[in-house]
């Protein structure tokens, strides 16, 4: 089994900065590519950033050039900053994690819990 814990988020002026992490653990053998989703009240999760395991990394046009994501293979944690943060950032934000466990050779979608970003004044 593998976990994904999430950290990071909170309350932020606009404008402003966060930091978030997604950290695996459990049965790894491999993490293929990592996700970054949000979802805000009343609207359907949506893909903000992904990155593969060759840390090539893909963005939604709407947070491109002030979100970015990475990741630390040997820490088996994917690493998320946001910047310029606007009142329409406000979502719980999920990762997302394609893995290889260590007993199966078939790859499994794993979820964090989220964390909450509230950007407000």
């Known amino acids: 089994q593998v976990q994904l814990v999430e950290s990071g988020g909170g309350l932020v002026q606009p404008g402003g900065s966060l930091r978030l992490s997604c950290a695996a653990s459990?049965?790894?053998?491999?993490?293929?590519?990592m996700g970054w989703y949000r979802q805000a009240p009343g609207k359907q999760r949506e893909l903000v950033a992904g990155?593969?395991?060759?840390?090539?990394?893909d963005y939604a046009d709407s947070v491109q050039g002030r979100f970015s994501i990475s990741r630390d293979d040997a820490k088996n944690t994917e690493y998320r900053k946001m910047t310029s943060l606007k009142p329409e950032n406000a979502a719980v934000y999920y990762c997302?994690?394609?893995?290889?466990?260590?007993?199966?050779?078939?790859?499994?979608?794993?979820w964090g819990q989220g964390t909450q970003v509230t950007v407000s004044s």
């Open positions: 990155v593969a395991r060759d840390c090539i990394t």
């Open positions: 997302k994690a394609i893995v290889v466990g260590s007993s199966s050779p078939y790859s499994t979608s794993y």
């Open positions: 459990g049965s790894i053998y491999r993490i293929h590519s």
